[in-house]
């Protein structure tokens, strides 16, 4: 079977119809604002493949130029649809008391039918004090102060279509009968036709000030977020026999602060900013279905309640096993189940029974950052311009598993130059040795911190003054020079410390995740 060749033909359609009714009446000091809406979107999909074998030539890239006619083809149609009906009231009474509510219907067709609808709903206030008669003594150097709350709800369809229909493998297992192969069908994969909305409720809190003639502007709040029916993957019954399903599989919340503090400032020709946010967060597992079991995705990672979701799960090391001395003092003392070898990984007994299992096993870190911010710093000075933005993560774990394909005695990482190779030679990293499976067991040995920080950007840039391009009918000349991912701080060993991934089982480095590049620009902006 030689020259195959393969056709798609793809058409993607979609529309999003919108009626929307606004009325707004102003009764003295009192402005009122009501919007009522209803709005449908459609997406469909069509494909339609074809293939053949044993072509003539590679000249000829025609589906019939098959010398023998061995051809396969396939075509589907999918279709998305989404519909709400929505409305909203606003309020506020001469600029100082602010008042909200809004109230949505939604519909999705990746539900069962029985499930489509659902409610969201949101209401919001907030309070210029400082245009109150007994702030007015404030005016000298407070311009503005705000306090806000709000508390609502929103819903999330992301995921596939179809999900809630069972669907049939033709193929799904094989028996063997009398030397001949049979299949037998099987449900592609285990479905809910309970499967419906997932939901987040939620509120925040906060405090917003300008100070000293704007130059300070400072931006606090808490919030508390929900999500309730969480749209996951679950690993279906063994007996199944089918692939993972998706279903509304508990509820996690996530709390955190948040923060925006600027300055703004000139100094005769000089000026400068600097401004930083920041938003920190705690994520928990609040409940989960089937009584609360926890949701096992692969070896690395468990989601449990009490803990952040998608965690990563394993033994802790305890150094490296250097001779065979320590080998017999270890298990005279515990009953292991497999054979230790100088170089090995020593893994802690943590339930104290002298013996180690997988009761040993707790959770050793989780992909998600508890501390997010950012940074930007601008200055300038006459025509000289230059601003530099940072951001980065902290808290977070990653989990190293470009080792475990096999510890390779070849083109082996870096890192690993320094395993243990004789006693004395490593405490971490154990021995390069494919054959002691022993030492690819989930563990702390494989968790990295997650951390870093990134200058995303860097420019500096000069514009010409005006009397030396007013003669060439240039309103403005500006020339620069630009650094994007310039450098970046951080501790794991990958080729980047952003590694994604799903909500049950992200932040396992591969080492195929591409890192962003970093790209070095200069140009000319004219104006005429």
């Known amino acids: 079977e030689n020259g195959i060749i393969g056709k798609y033909h793809t058409r993607d359609f979609s529309h999003n119809l919108q009626q929307i009714l606004n009325y707004t009446k102003v009764i003295g000091k009192h402005n009122i604002n009501v919007m009522l809406g209803h709005e449908y979107y459609q997406r469909r999909q069509y494909l339609l493949y074809g293939s053949t074998a044993n072509m003539f030539s590679p000249d000829n890239d025609e589906l019939a130029g098959a010398v023998i006619d061995k051809q396969g083809a396939t075509s589907y149609v999918t279709t ?44 919001g206030a907030a309070w210029i004090v400082n245009k109150e008669n007994f702030m007015s003594g404030t005016h000298s150097w407070l311009d503005m102060l705000k ?41 592609s994969s285990e479905v809910d036709e309970n499967l419906h909305w997932e939901v987040m409720e939620g ?76 938003s920190t967060l705690k994520n928990r597992v609040l409940e989960l279905g089937n009584n609360n079991s926890d949701i096992i995705t692969g070896d690395k990672h468990r989601t449990s309640v009490g803990h952040p979701v998608g965690s990563f799960y394993g033994y802790v090391q305890n150094g490296i096993f250097q001779n065979q001395a320590e080998i017999d003092a270890y298990t005279e003392k515990y009953n292991v189940a497999w054979q230790i070898r100088p170089g090995d990984i020593r893994y802690t007994d943590l339930d104290r029974n002298n013996r180690i299992d997988d009761k040993d096993r707790k959770f050793i870190g989780s992909p998600l950052p508890t501390f997010m911010y950012g940074i930007n710093l601008n200055f300038g000075w006459k025509g000289l311009d230059l601003s530099v933005d940072f951001n980065g993560v902290s808290g977070n774990k990653i989990l190293n598993a470009k080792y475990l394909p096999g510890f390779t005695q070849f083109n082996f990482y870096q890192a690993q130059t320094k395993r243990w190779h004789g006693e004395g030679t490593s405490n971490k990293m154990p021995i390069l040795d494919n054959t002691r ?27 010409f003054p005006k009397q030396l391009t007013s003669w060439m ?56």
């Open 80 to 123: 998305y649809n989404n519909e709400g009906y929505f409305g909203r009231a606003q309020y506020d009474y001469d600029g100082k008391y602010f008042a909200s509510a809004s109230y949505r219907r939604d519909a999705s067709s990746r539900f069962h039918p029985s499930h489509r609808w659902c409610n969201f709903w949101s209401v």
């Open 147 to 187: 306090v806000k709350a709000s508390i609502g709800s929103q819903g999330n369809d992301k995921i596939g279509n179809y999900m809630w229909l069972e669907t049939i493998n033709p193929t799904g297992q094989q028996v063997i009968i009398d030397g001949k192969i049979y299949y037998i069908p099987t449900r």
């Open 203 to 278: 509120y925040d809190v906060g405090i917003e000030g300008k100070f000293f003639k704007n130059r300070l502007s400072v931006d606090l709040g808490y919030y508390t977020k929900k999500t309730s029916d969480l749209l996951a993957y679950v690993a279906p019954s063994v007996s199944i026999g089918a692939g993972y399903a998706i279903t509304n599989a508990g509820a996690i919340r996530n709390s955190g602060f948040e923060f925006i503090l600027s300055w703004q400032d000139q100094v005769g020709d000089f000026s400068y900013g600097v401004s930083v946010n920041g």
């Open 437 to 463: 499976e022993v030492n690819r067991l989930i563990s702390t040995n494989m968790i990295e911190d997650g951390s870093y920080c990134r200058i995303r950007n860097i420019q500096i840039g000069y514009t």
């Open 473 to 528: 009918h240039i309103s403005k000349l500006r020339v620069y020079i630009n650094a994007q991912n310039p450098l970046t701080i951080r501790s794991n060993t990958g080729f980047t410390p952003e590694i994604g991934g799903g909500i049950l089982d992200g932040g396992v480095d591969y080492g195929t995740t591409y890192p962003l590049p970093s790209t070095y620009t200069a140009g000319i902006s004219l104006n005429f």
